[in-house]
């Protein structure tokens, strides 16, 4: 009887580069098949699938594909091809290549080969890329980019403030009680018209309440133009003219950039909250008390929707930063808050515990329990996300969406048991 042998896996290492790549083809044995260079372009591309299609690379036994990054177009061809795709970290290949030199030789083509290697020896170690779908990617770049962009407000902001600091009091008590400060459409339109104070003190109140409703304030415009009248009016400390001038034109450069960051914010969270709500998964997260679109759409973007990316719960809340580490070595045993974590998610996760407290009767007794056992505020709201982050997963895998009575039992009773 003819025994016909089965064929030997391939491991694929990729080292990338600006404007070209090497690439490292390796046996199970450990054996380098093939290495080349290709150029990061689509006949690049095209000369990869050819090269590994020689070894035996086919739709059914894909050869994976260990690389030092999670982006570009190059990883996303990959992952288009539905092969697994390995995100290396740098440091990590760093210490493989270490372990076949001991001169510390580097190029790019020991690189290739040490990450093809990497998939030979430990790939069991190394999770894949998600397979997302295409919405939830669309997603994630909306949504991280709507975050940069109000981290660029933030900054903007800060600057502003920094400098109106030097020379014009004025308008910042004007809208030191207003929720959004300086980044509210009154408070920039007034600067737009003033940039410095001797200017501000001229503004009438007809002027103050057309600035008012171009900046789109329907009610209490004639109020709040008395206001701000009044406050403007205030005798104030100046700079000399020449200076006040001169920093008037540095205020308007500032203002350009935080009208140009706040109207990148609007917009990109205009686009992901529609983006969201088209995800069948948007229903089961916008359930959770804490979460709206935007939060829900952060969410989303940092878990995807592939339901194999994280085998349990216990996965997850790593990945978060919500569970603890321990760091244990003979008579020392210490807990700690996980530093090496998704920081975007862990960002929006502080949020959605803060805004659950008051929307949760659940979420706040556990929240109390925690600080009444000893928790600081920061550690009790992390519990909190912790175990939301716990129900989330089970959410998604059943299909089911947020049961309060169900998620904080304990809470419920005592609930039912005060009505009675």
Not at 20 to 44: F, M, T, Y
Not at 326 to 341: E, F, H, L, Y
Not at 371 to 383: E, L, P, S
Request: net charge positive; aromatic share 6%; hydrophobic share 45%.
């Amino acid at each position: 009887m003819e025994i016909t042998a089965l064929p030997t896996p391939v491991f694929c290492g990729v080292d990338w580069a600006e404007d070209h790549h090497d690439i490292a083809l390796v046996d199970a044995g450990g054996q380098q098949l093939a290495k080349a260079r290709i150029s990061d372009d689509a006949a690049g591309f095209a000369q990869l699938m050819a090269l590994m299609a020689e070894y035996g690379d086919n739709e059914d036994t894909p050869i994976p594909v260990a690389i030092e990054t999670s982006r570009g177009l190059l990883v996303s061809c990959l992952r288009a091809t539905g092969r697994p795709v390995f995100a290396i970290n740098p440091l990590a290949v760093a210490r493989y290549r270490d372990r076949h030199s001991v001169a510390r030789k580097k190029s790019d083509a020991v690189d290739a080969a040490a990450l093809a290697n990497i998939l030979r020896t430990d790939m069991a170690a190394h999770r894949p890329l998600p397979a997302d779908s295409e919405l939830v990617q669309a997603i994630a770049v909306l949504a991280r980019a709507q975050q940069d962009a109000v981290w660029a407000r933030g900054q903007a902001h800060n600057k502003l403030r920094s400098q109106l600091r030097e020379f014009y009091p004025a308008i910042l008590n004007a809208f030191a009680h207003h929720k959004q400060g300086l980044c509210s459409r009154g408070a920039r339109s007034i600067l737009a018209a003033a940039p410095i104070p001797t200017s501000a003190a001229k503004l009438t109140r007809r002027r103050l309440q057309s600035l008012l409703k171009q900046a789109g304030r329907i009610r209490g415009i004639q109020a709040e133009a008395e206001r701000l009248h009044e406050v403007l009016k205030r005798d104030y400390l100046h700079q000399l003219p020449q200076v006040e001038a001169a920093l008037g034109h540095q205020t308007s450069a500032l203002l350009r950039q935080l009208n140009t960051a706040c109207d990148n914010a609007a917009q990109l969270e205009e686009a992901v909250t529609q983006a969201f709500e088209e995800h069948p998964d948007a229903p089961i997260i916008r359930s959770f008390p804490g979460l709206a679109a935007l939060t829900g759409a952060r969410v989303l973007a940092e878990l995807g929707d592939d339901r194999t990316r994280f085998a349990t719960a216990g996965s997850l809340k790593a990945y978060a930063g919500s569970a603890p580490v321990t760091r244990a070595s003979g008579k020392s045993c210490k807990v700690m808050s996980r530093k090496v974590k998704n920081q975007r998610l862990a960002a929006v996760g502080y949020v959605w515990a803060f805004n659950a407290l008051t929307r949760s009767p659940g979420a706040r007794a556990h929240y109390d329990r925690r600080r009444t056992a000893g928790d600081r505020h920061v550690a009790a709201q992390r519990n909190l996300f912790n175990r939301f982050m716990g129900m989330l997963f089970h959410c998604l895998q059943n299909s089911h969406t947020y049961d309060e009575p169900v998620a904080f039992p304990q809470a419920a009773a005592e609930l039912r048991a005060t009505a009675a």
